[in-house]
């Protein structure tokens, strides 16, 4: 299979067949730069092709703290007083750029989610 962009479908299903047949590939042969080539021309395909948007900021706060153990009681004094945490989990109250550097800080969820606007919250004016 000679290498060549990715433009349709079926050259899409070739090539995650020929990825598949290169996975047990050698390290420093030639098979295994054929599959990091291959492997790349798929991820630009399925990026424009299948694109993932990023997760909603408050189930990307709540899947930080289950994968550390926690709950939200771990948010109070991060984002604010219990009632505070209370109404951003309930999608009551927007992040404020002060709770989004916080959240960032603590537990290292990307800033560019957290910015994100949130699923079914209320939206801020342009007061």
Known sequence: MEIKPIRTE???????REVERLM???????G???LDVLATLVEAYESKHFPIDPPDPIEAIRFR??????????LVGVIGGRSRVYE???RKRALSLAMIRRLHE?????VEVLIRP???????SAA
């Open 118 to 124: 949130i699923r079914g919250g209320r939206r801020r």
């Open 24 to 30: 047990d590939a050698k390290p420093g042969t030639a």
């Open 88 to 90: 951003v989990m309930q």
């Open 10 to 16: 079926l050259d899409y299903e070739r090539t995650l």
């Open 32 to 34: 295994e730069d054929r």
């Open 106 to 110: 603590r537990f290292g969820i990307p």
């Open 65 to 74: 703290l289950e994968q550390q153990g926690l709950d939200p009681s771990a």
